[in-house]
Nanobody, 123 residues
Framework: DVQLVESGGGSAQAGGSLRLSCAAS????????IGWFRQAPGKEREGVAR????????GVADSVKGRFTISQDNAKNTVYLQMNSLKPEDTAMYYC?????????????????WGQGTQVTVS
């Protein structure tokens, strides 16, 4: 079974940083597309960033471009989301998701496997 476990969420002040981790089991992050999504109360889930195949491709949403960076450590089978210059509007539940093969856009429906999420609160 594929399992994705997020960690690293918490509270931060505006302008601060957090690094989220997504540890995968039953799935090699070096072979497929991993994405980070977020969902704030009352809002739709939105794609934040995604990475494919060891970093050959990365995509970042315009709303976080220049502030968030996605990366992966294949040896640890883990994908990271480094979040800098945090803003209150970044407050949301953050989810890690995965799909086999190439990235196919940032729609949640394009991803097969999901983690339970980690809460990020920026004040």
């Amino acid at each position: 079974d594929v399992q994705l476990v997020e960690s690293g969420g918490g509270s931060a002040q505006a302008g601060g940083s957090l690094r989220l981790s997504c540890a995968a089991s039953g799935y090699a992050v070096s072979t497929g597309c991993i994405g980070w999504f977020r969902q704030a109360p009352g809002k739709e889930r939105e794609g934040v960033a995604r990475v494919y195949s060891g970093g050959d491709y990365t995509g970042v949403a315009d709303s976080v471009k220049g502030r968030f960076t996605i990366s992966q450590d294949n040896a640890k089978n883990t994908v990271y989301l480094q979040m800098n210059s945090l803003k209150p509007e970044d407050t949301a539940m953050y989810y890690c998701a995965a799909r086999w093969g190439l990235c196919r856009g940032d729609s949640p429906s394009a991803f097969t496997f999901w983690g339970q999420g980690t809460q990020v609160t920026v004040s």
